[in-house]
């Protein structure tokens, strides 16, 4: 009789705490057991994979993710589907994804999106999956429905956004969300971006002419940014210290405006994404239309903005680097972003190109080569605080043994692959480029492994997981800094105190 399912031998493993040479035992899709290097290379297992000195961490986790969500503007749908998607994302070492399901402006009920998307999701996902509601009418039925989603359905976060004529909420809207979600210790996620100062810039280059890809970037000023996420920031702060968490952050001085804030001791977290990390203003202004293959909001920035956001990933401002997956084909006039393309606009116009870019599978490799964090850092970003923030930890984000799952990503051994350029044609969704083309990486997941299952093998059949092993997670609150515990103790929301 076989011990184990699964043993890695020789691997060198990380979690967000320690760097350590272990061998590692599966059983029943848990971790069982963590032992001197070697020690396992003779144990009575199903399947023994030998590392061969390759670093070995827990999955990703990637916390914000997009598939095939309803056009919400308009303009272009969703290249992914939950198969392609997720798909995507084993390959490039994610094994847990939190997806969004989206409540449209004129619809009055959350459960109803929940359960539009569990409808898309079940039996179609090749990794573990929980969604966020994100909140477009928090009319009161909505709001009631927020103790059930945290209670019964398991989504503990949702995530509103501050601009966007479908999506945007005014400034009570967004205090009677924080109240509702604070009472059922639901985590809000915030697009902080100034809406109507976007649409008054947009009309401005408009009206002088300006319609190329790159015054996306024009129209989305970095003040649209910060201004937003210091509203942001005092909202939460009215409404007696709601936990909130800054998506996508871009920009240094909204940086430094979440940095002062959690210096005082509020709970405000925050998000950024490889793209403002990796790419810059100057990959949005490319001849003809080619610059709309980085359009996203916020846009990629300056250089000097890249190396404050590195920075802040250093230094803990940034408890999370997710990938914002949201493709759109390029080469399509009638989903993807050539829909903006007519004969009067041959450089389309900026203000409808469908904004998002894919990068669920290039996540990990690209940050990973670029060897700017500690390899602690490295998890704890990409996978562990990402667990923590979204109610997922110990089970998801750690290799505890008897507690979590067998989600590991092994990686080559350093120098195995050399270095080598990123094409689209390595990559596993279901998009016709990549904004990283050519970018040169030095490593690659080469076995992706859920629930002690290997799911992604590069060497041996690439996808060998199936579309219907992912499974939904119900999620429990928030437990990153033990943020709920904190916010009690400042007693509940108060007129009186105003
Ligand atoms: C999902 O797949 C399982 C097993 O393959 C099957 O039993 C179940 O009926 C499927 N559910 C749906 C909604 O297709
Ligand atoms: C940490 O990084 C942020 C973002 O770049 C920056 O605003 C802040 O000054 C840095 N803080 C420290 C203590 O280094």
């Known amino acids: 009789m076989d011990e184990y399912d699964l043993v890695i031998t020789n691997g060198v493993c990380v979690t967000a705490a320690d760097v350590a040479p272990l061998d590692i035992a599966i059983r029943d899709g848990t971790i069982v057991l963590l032992a001197p290097s070697g020690l396992l290379s003779k144990a009575r297992t199903k399947r023994l994979i030998?590392?061969?000195?390759?670093?070995?961490?827990p999955g990703g986790v990637d916390c914000h993710v997009h598939l095939q969500e309803p056009s919400m503007f308009g303009k272009g749908?969703?290249?992914d589907s939950?198969?392609?998607?997720?798909?995507?994302?084993?390959?490039?070492?994610?094994?847990?994804?939190?997806?969004?399901?989206?409540?449209?402006k004129n619809v009055d009920s959350v459960l109803t999106a929940l359960t539009n998307t569990h409808a898309l999701a079940q039996n179609n996902s090749f990794c573990d999956y929980g969604f966020h509601v994100l909140v477009a009418n928090p009319c009161e039925k909505a709001l009631s429905e927020f103790?059930?989603?945290?209670s019964v359905e398991g989504v503990t976060s949702l995530k509103i956004y501050m601009t966007y004529e479908a999506l945007q909420l005014r400034d009570n809207e967004i205090l009677s969300v924080l109240l509702a979600a604070?009472?059922?210790?639901i985590l809000t996620m915030i697009h902080a971006e100034n809406g109507d100062v976007l649409a008054w810039l947009t009309e401005k280059l408009e009206a002088a002419k300006l319609f190329a890809p790159k015054y996306h970037g024009h129209s989305h000023a970095p003040i649209l940014e910060s201004e937003a996420t210091n509203r942001a920031i005092a909202l939460s702060s009215l409404v007696?210290?709601?936990?909130?968490?800054?998506?996508h952050v871009s920009e240094p001085a909204a940086a430094l405006r979440i940095r002062a804030a959690q210096t005082v001791g509020q709970p405000i977290f925050a998000e950024t994404c490889p793209q403002y990390?990796?790419?810059t203003r100057d990959d949005l202004d490319q001849p003809g239309f080619e610059g709309a293959k980085c359009v996203c909001a916020p846009p990629p920035r300056d250089a000097d903005d890249q190396k404050a956001i590195w920075r802040g990933l250093q230094n803990g401002t940034f408890a999370v680097l997710s990938s914002d997956h949201c493709p759109f084909r390029f080469d399509d006039a009638v989903t993807g972003k050539k829909t903006c393309i007519s004969d009067e606009f041959p450089v389309g116009k900026f203000r409808h190109i469908p904004n998002g870019i894919p990068g669920i599978e290039t996540r990990l490799p690209l940050v990973f080569s670029a060897r700017k964090l500690e390899l602690t850092k490295f998890v704890e970003v990409t996978s562990t605080n990402a667990a923590k923030l979204y109610g997922l930890y110990p089970r998801k984000g750690g290799i505890i043994p008897g507690v979590s799952d067998a989600d590991l990503v092994v990686w080559y051994p350093e120098g195995r692959l050399g270095e080598f350029p990123l094409t689209n044609d390595l990559l596993h969704h279901d998009v016709d480029y990549t904004p990283y083309e050519g970018r040169m990486l030095r490593n690659w997941?080469?076995?992706?492994?859920?629930?002690?299952?290997?799911?992604?093998d590069r060497d041996e059949g690439g996808i060998v997981g199936e579309r219907s092993y992912g499974r939904f997670l119900k999620r429990q609150e928030s437990s990153l800094n033990g943020i709920w515990q904190t916010v009690e103790e400042d007693g509940p929301f108060d007129l009186e105190k105003l």
């Open 50 to 57: 030998d590392a061969e000195g390759g670093y070995v961490m």
């Open 82 to 104: 939950y198969e392609t998607g997720t798909r995507s994302a084993i390959a490039g070492g994610t094994t847990t994804i939190i997806a969004f399901a989206p409540q449209q």
């Open 445 to 456: 997941p080469r076995y992706t492994i859920l629930r002690g299952k290997v799911i992604w």
């Open 182 to 185: 604070r009472s059922n210790h």
């Open 77 to 79: 749908t969703s290249a």
């Open 147 to 150: 103790e059930q989603l945290a």
């Open 277 to 279: 990390l990796f790419l």
């Open 240 to 247: 007696a210290d709601t936990p909130i968490l800054l998506v």
